[in-house]
Protein backbone atom coordinates (compact mmCIF):
# COMPACT_ATOMS: atom_id res chain seq x y z
CA UNK A 1 0.00 0.00 0.00
CA UNK A 2 1.51 3.27 -0.70
CA UNK A 3 1.10 6.76 0.52
CA UNK A 4 0.20 9.79 -0.75
CA UNK A 5 2.20 12.57 -0.87
CA UNK A 6 5.17 10.42 0.35
CA UNK A 7 9.00 10.51 -1.92
CA UNK A 8 10.60 8.32 -0.72
CA UNK A 9 9.33 3.88 -0.01
CA UNK A 10 11.07 1.20 1.46
CA UNK A 11 13.82 0.22 -0.13
CA UNK A 12 14.70 3.60 -1.89
CA UNK A 13 18.44 4.20 -2.13
CA UNK A 14 19.22 7.85 -0.15
CA UNK A 15 21.81 9.94 1.36
CA UNK A 16 21.80 12.31 4.02
CA UNK A 17 22.31 15.88 3.31
CA UNK A 18 21.54 17.64 6.41
CA UNK A 19 22.22 17.09 10.14
CA UNK A 20 24.98 15.13 11.81
CA UNK A 21 24.78 12.05 9.94
CA UNK A 22 25.29 13.99 6.47
CA UNK A 23 27.15 12.34 3.90
CA UNK A 24 26.28 8.64 4.89
CA UNK A 25 24.27 6.56 2.87
CA UNK A 26 21.08 4.57 3.41
CA UNK A 27 17.98 2.49 2.63
CA UNK A 28 14.48 3.55 3.81
CA UNK A 29 13.45 1.07 6.11
CA UNK A 30 9.61 3.03 6.32
CA UNK A 31 7.89 6.01 6.57
CA UNK A 32 6.27 7.27 10.10
CA UNK A 33 2.96 9.59 9.07
CA UNK A 34 2.71 10.41 12.60
CA UNK A 35 5.63 12.00 13.16
CA UNK A 36 6.32 12.66 9.46
CA UNK A 37 9.78 10.83 9.31
CA UNK A 38 11.65 8.33 7.32
CA UNK A 39 13.27 5.65 9.04
CA UNK A 40 16.62 4.83 7.37
CA UNK A 41 19.22 1.89 7.57
CA UNK A 42 22.94 3.35 7.94
CA UNK A 43 24.12 0.26 9.40
CA UNK A 44 27.77 1.59 9.63
CA UNK A 45 26.22 3.99 12.10
CA UNK A 46 24.61 2.26 14.64
CA UNK A 47 24.35 -1.02 15.92
CA UNK A 48 20.65 -0.39 15.69
CA UNK A 49 21.17 0.99 12.03
CA UNK A 50 18.00 3.21 12.14
CA UNK A 51 17.83 7.05 12.05
CA UNK A 52 14.36 9.19 11.36
CA UNK A 53 14.29 11.84 9.35
CA UNK A 54 12.68 14.11 7.50
CA UNK A 55 12.11 14.10 3.75
CA UNK A 56 14.12 17.56 3.31
CA UNK A 57 17.05 15.75 4.71
CA UNK A 58 17.21 13.22 2.24
CA UNK A 59 18.27 12.64 -1.43
CA UNK A 60 17.48 9.72 -3.78
CA UNK A 61 20.66 8.23 -4.97
CA UNK A 62 19.77 8.26 -8.27
CA UNK A 63 22.23 8.99 -10.22
CA UNK A 64 25.09 9.31 -7.63
CA UNK A 65 26.54 6.07 -8.39
CA UNK A 66 25.66 5.60 -12.02
CA UNK A 67 28.92 7.09 -13.65
CA UNK A 68 28.69 6.16 -16.89
CA UNK A 69 31.72 6.13 -19.60
CA UNK A 70 34.27 6.30 -17.36
CA UNK A 71 37.47 6.30 -19.40
CA UNK A 72 40.77 6.69 -17.87
CA UNK A 73 43.43 7.18 -20.23
CA UNK A 74 46.19 4.70 -20.13
CA UNK A 75 49.28 6.18 -19.84
CA UNK A 76 51.53 8.25 -22.07
CA UNK A 77 48.60 10.79 -22.22
CA UNK A 78 48.62 13.36 -24.92
CA UNK A 79 47.33 16.67 -24.54
CA UNK A 80 44.70 16.04 -26.74
CA UNK A 81 43.19 12.65 -24.53
CA UNK A 82 43.70 15.03 -21.89
CA UNK A 83 42.15 17.59 -23.20
CA UNK A 84 38.90 15.43 -23.43
CA UNK A 85 39.18 13.67 -20.35
CA UNK A 86 38.60 17.09 -18.89
CA UNK A 87 35.28 17.62 -21.30
CA UNK A 88 34.13 14.19 -19.78
CA UNK A 89 34.37 15.83 -15.99
CA UNK A 90 33.23 19.03 -17.10
CA UNK A 91 30.03 17.72 -18.56
CA UNK A 92 29.73 15.55 -16.03
CA UNK A 93 29.93 18.66 -13.39
CA UNK A 94 27.32 20.39 -15.75
CA UNK A 95 25.07 17.18 -15.72
CA UNK A 96 25.16 17.39 -12.24
CA UNK A 97 23.76 21.16 -11.93
CA UNK A 98 21.34 20.19 -14.32
CA UNK A 99 20.07 17.54 -11.66
CA UNK A 100 20.75 19.44 -8.69
CA UNK A 101 20.03 23.50 -10.16
CA UNK A 102 16.18 23.22 -10.10
CA UNK A 103 15.66 21.93 -6.62
CA UNK A 104 17.25 24.83 -5.52
CA UNK A 105 15.73 27.66 -7.89
CA UNK A 106 13.43 29.34 -5.37
CA UNK A 107 11.06 31.95 -6.25
CA UNK A 108 12.72 32.72 -9.59
CA UNK A 109 16.14 32.63 -7.64
CA UNK A 110 19.24 30.20 -6.86
CA UNK A 111 19.33 29.43 -3.36
CA UNK A 112 22.99 30.64 -3.03
CA UNK A 113 21.30 33.89 -4.14
CA UNK A 114 19.48 34.39 -0.81
CA UNK A 115 22.71 33.83 1.03
CA UNK A 116 24.96 36.45 3.18
CA UNK A 117 28.50 36.25 2.16
CA UNK A 118 29.14 34.53 5.30
CA UNK A 119 27.13 32.04 4.79
CA UNK A 120 28.83 31.48 1.45
CA UNK A 121 31.89 31.15 3.12
CA UNK A 122 30.88 28.77 5.99
CA UNK A 123 29.47 26.84 3.58
CA UNK A 124 32.38 26.67 1.21
CA UNK A 125 34.63 26.10 4.49
CA UNK A 126 32.09 22.44 4.81
CA UNK A 127 33.13 21.70 1.63
CA UNK A 128 36.97 21.91 1.66
CA UNK A 129 36.51 19.75 5.13
CA UNK A 130 34.14 17.42 3.09
CA UNK A 131 36.79 17.49 0.46
CA UNK A 132 39.58 17.00 2.66
CA UNK A 133 38.07 13.50 4.02
CA UNK A 134 37.26 12.50 0.60
CA UNK A 135 41.20 13.00 -0.38
CA UNK A 136 42.35 10.66 2.60
CA UNK A 137 39.86 8.22 1.79
CA UNK A 138 41.43 8.58 -1.47
CA UNK A 139 45.09 8.48 -0.03
CA UNK A 140 44.62 5.62 2.05
CA UNK A 141 42.92 3.82 -1.16
CA UNK A 142 45.85 4.76 -3.32
CA UNK A 143 48.30 3.50 -0.51
CA UNK A 144 46.61 -0.14 -0.51
CA UNK A 145 46.60 -0.20 -4.08
CA UNK A 146 50.70 0.96 -4.33
CA UNK A 147 51.41 -2.15 -1.30
CA UNK A 148 49.32 -5.10 -3.61
CA UNK A 149 51.03 -3.85 -7.01
CA UNK A 150 54.54 -3.95 -4.71
CA UNK A 151 53.48 -7.46 -3.50
CA UNK A 152 52.42 -8.51 -6.99
CA UNK A 153 55.97 -7.26 -8.35
CA UNK A 154 57.63 -8.87 -5.29
CA UNK A 155 55.99 -12.32 -6.51
CA UNK A 156 56.53 -12.01 -9.90
CA UNK A 157 60.88 -11.67 -9.43
Do not use: N
Amino acid sequence: MEEEGIKFKPGDEVIVVEGTQKGQYGLIVQYEATFGKYFVDISDESPAGYFAFSESELEALDGYDEVTEISIPAFGVSSEVMQTHLEWLMTRSLERLGEIGPEQALFGFQEFEGKTAQEVLLELMGKLEEGMALFGQAHILIGRVVVALESVEDQSK
